[in-house]
């Protein structure tokens, strides 16, 4: 069900990354929810060091850093409904590496590491694996907090799969899109239009569940204030 701004009173939300590619597919995904986007470059914010062991792991502890962090920094701070947070972890698995690079995705090639480096160790790693062998998939974990602490945050998954290829097809997406081939559609990830990798994409999918789950969550919030005036949502 889509999100009614009735639902949903406007609020600060930071998108917990500084990966441009990731804000923009953030800023589209979000763009018809009541919230501010704000990103972590723009309030200053560093980002904290992943060491979770999963991608859920990941995407809380960066989460609730964005919320801490920006309510430190007097972000929000008048705000009556708090500041929000959002962020994912996501990255590739590939099978014949055993499920690598996973969650060092982003970097595989080691710290700053940029797309090329990532692409040319998956490219060396996979390199004599017949296509059939070559089946991967993207994973994302989404979680969304409305405080730091918030002891029932918002949690979603998402899973695309693909096949890698060996040379590279398409100029848009970042990351290993150029070499994430859907069979289905014959084409890479980064030959894919915006709106429809948006559609189709592991963020995407986990976009969709979170926003169900926020709809529902608000809706329950306004039910107990209509039933309770001195309960806010």
């Not at 609730?64 to 990255?91: K, M, N, Y």
Request: with cysteine; aromatic share 6%.
């Amino acid at each position: 069900m889509p999100l009614s701004k009735a639902l949903v009173r406007s609020r600060p939300l930071i998108v917990a990354t500084s990966n441009p590619g990731k804000l923009r597919e953030f800023g589209a995904l979000l763009a018809a929810l009541p919230f501010e986007l704000h990103s972590l470059g723009e309030l200053g914010i560093a980002p904290p060091e992943e060491s979770g062991a999963s991608f859920l792991e990941n995407a809380l502890l960066k989460a609730r850093h964005a919320a801490a962090a920006a309510l430190a920094a007097g972000f929000g701070a008048a705000s009556e409904a708090g500041v929000a947070a959002i962020a994912d972890d996501s990255g590739l698995e590939v099978d014949a590496l055993g499920g690598a690079p996973g969650i060092f995705s982003a970097r595989y090639a080691g710290v700053g590491a940029d797309d090329a480096a990532n692409n040319q160790k998956l490219l060396s790693a996979l390199a004599g694996t017949p296509p059939e062998c070559r089946g991967a998939r993207y994973r994302c974990a989404l979680v969304m907090v409305f405080a730091p602490s918030d002891a029932e945050p918002l949690i979603a998954e998402g899973i695309w799969e693909g096949f890698i290829v060996e040379s590279p097809q398409g100029s848009g997406g970042f990351g290993y899109d150029p070499y994430f081939w859907l069979p289905d559609l014959g084409v890479t990830a980064a030959q894919l239009d915006p709106s429809d990798k948006n559609r189709l994409s592991h963020r995407g999918i986990a976009m969709r569940a979170l926003r169900d789950q926020l709809a529902a969550r608000e809706r329950s919030a306004s039910e107990r204030s209509a039933r309770d005036p001195l309960v806010r949502p």
